[in-house]
């Protein structure tokens, strides 16, 4: 495997990162974000997770099976074995999800720490993180299975598969609402515009490194891509219906109808966003 083909997944992960800084780029001009519009985002990156987790994911690792076109759906006799890795694959997603949670669970991180910890306490903050973030990461590397094969997007001289550009699209604009969340306690201190990028940025740093090990693998044992497909799409589905669409109900508590209506219009627009997928 090429140092170039690890180098170009690294630094599609590292986007991702970067992308969470967005996040903090509107308190450069306003105070406060509504929680209307944290919803709003929350809504979307929800919806562009499960669209890119069953449309992109679960339909590629069924992509020899299973045809979607303008004319409609075409699907073949899937084997048993196929159904049997990709199911192993989805269980452990969820299994990585629910351990991860266990694990950290009391060392919970708030972005407060951040300003306050010294080198030590960083690297240990880090490793958390490291824990909440992988599945995404997982997520990215996965996606590049195919890369520098045939039947990708030309980018920089390297065919890229199309659906490992819209997982890196997918996981960047969900890290938006999370660079949103590290900012607003940070702001509250008083930290500085460019810090509260920094730290957001900070928070997915472990994303390119996940990225580049589950590349690793999946282009070692590609008998077994399945359940690399499957495994990042149980955790990110799994990450969504626990975590994310939790957070914005709990953001929008305040509003009419507790924010259901946001955060509808927010998953429709992340599906809709999606779509898209189902003609790569």
């Keep these: 495997m090429a140092l170039d083909n690890f180098a170009f997944v690294f630094v599609a992960g590292f986007i991702t990162a970067l992308a969470t800084g967005i996040g903090a780029i509107p308190f450069f001009f306003v105070q406060d974000i509504s929680d209307r519009w944290n919803v709003v985002l929350w809504g979307l990156a929800s919806g562009i997770m499960l669209s890119a987790s069953v449309f992109g994911l679960v339909l590629e690792a069924l992509g020899e099976y299973i045809s979607v076109s303008l004319a409609g759906i075409s699907v073949s006799p899937i084997p048993t074995r196929t159904f049997l890795l990709l199911g192993g694959g989805l269980i452990a997603g969820i299994v990585l999800v629910v351990v991860a949670h266990d694990v950290i669970d009391g060392a919970e991180v708030h972005p407060k ?59 960047s604009i969900h890290n938006i609402p999370e660079g949103v969340a590290i900012s607003i306690p940070l702001r509250s201190m008083g930290v500085p515009n460019w810090r509260l990028v920094w730290w957001s940025v900070f928070s997915s740093l472990p994303q390119p490194i996940g990225a580049v090990i589950a590349f690793y693998f999946v282009r070692l044992a590609r008998e077994f891509l399945p359940v690399g497909f ?4 149980g955790a990110m589905i799994f990450l969504v219906l626990t975590e994310f669409i939790p957070e914005a109900l709990e953001r929008g508590a305040e509003l009419p109808r507790g924010g259901r209506r946001e955060l509808c219009a927010g998953i429709a627009c992340g599906v809709l966003a999606m779509v898209p997928l189902l003609f790569v």
């Design 113 to 171: 720490r951040y300003e306050e910890a010294d080198f030590r306490k960083l690297l240990l903050i880090l490793g958390i993180l490291t824990i909440h973030s992988f599945p995404e990461g997982v997520a990215i590397g996965v996606a590049f299975a195919d890369l520098g094969l045939e039947g990708g997007l030309q980018l920089f001289g390297v065919v890229v598969p199309l659906l490992a550009v819209f997982m890196t699209i997918a996981i």
């Design 230 to 233: 499957g495994f990042a799409a």
